[in-house]
């Protein structure tokens, strides 16, 4: 699977748009994007996936670059709940391609 | 309830000792994931059932680490002779695992282990 590289940290001002970048230059045409997060003494939560087009949900858009080598989360109001560790991951989306590899993430701190 | 569940949240062991970790999947996920997460670091995976068999053991670091899942549900992480360099949390994920969206996990809260 294609790498991924993260900023380690970021900081965010509560309200504000938080903005995290991931690069993953070597993605392969059939590998998706994924992100999660993961809030201090919990599990992994899973946010947004894409392939190629721009992606919104009701936690987060996800911004996929023209040429899929990077790409943007973009949480749009960001409150002190979204301080969490970010994992950006880049997978195929079959079965038996499940073991998904973490990475250490960027650490976002919302600031109130 | 909806989510996944672990247990114990917390076990404190001697070196040496036998633990076994347990989790309850989210139902009708046929696809299970155990990982370990050291502080500061992602979660690393450890093995991944597709219903009662192993698909995918790669990542059991030795004969140490065990995992079962005999009814296709619950599955249970067993680690034999506890080294201190066990000590992490360990976190057990599911998912539907077929298609797209099979790498859509639900994580429960993990067993954080402590090996004395």
């Known amino acids: 699977d294609a790498k991924t590289t993260q900023p380690t940290s970021m900081d965010c001002a509560e309200g504000r748009a938080a903005n995290l970048p991931c690069n993953h230059s070597?993605?392969?045409?059939?590998?998706?994007v994924y992100w999660y997060r993961q809030i201090h003494s919990q599990g992994p939560q899973y946010i947004i996936h894409g392939l190629k087009n721009n992606e919104t949900n009701e936690m987060a858009s996800l911004i996929i670059t023209e040429d899929r080598k990077s790409s943007t989360l973009i949480l749009p109001h960001a409150t002190l709940r979204d301080t969490a560790v970010y994992y950006c991951?880049?997978?195929?989306?079959?079965?038996?391609?499940?073991?998904?590899?973490f990475g250490t993430g960027t650490r976002l701190t919302v600031i109130p | 309830g909806a989510g996944v569940s672990q247990t114990p949240s917390n076990k404190v062991t001697e070196k040496g000792k036998y633990v076994e970790l347990r989790c309850d999947p989210i139902?009708?996920?046929?696809?299970l994931y155990w990982y370990r997460q050291s502080l500061g670091q992602g979660p690393e995976f450890l093995i991944y059932?597709?219903?009662?068999?192993?698909?995918?053991d790669s990542g059991l670091p030795n004969d140490r680490f065990f995992a079962v899942r005999p009814e296709g549900s619950v599955s249970t992480l067993k680690i034999q002779r506890t080294e201190r360099g066990d000590s992490a949390v360990y976190l057990c994920a599911s998912s539907f695992g077929i298609g797209a969206g099979a790498n859509v996990l639900t994580f429960g809260a993990g067993s954080r282990l402590t090996v004395l």
């Open positions: 139902s009708g996920h046929t696809a």
């Open positions: 059932f597709q219903g009662t068999g192993a698909a995918d």
């Open positions: 070597t993605i392969s045409g059939n590998e998706y």
């Open positions: 991951i880049v997978r195929v989306d079959q079965t038996g391609a499940n073991n998904l590899f």
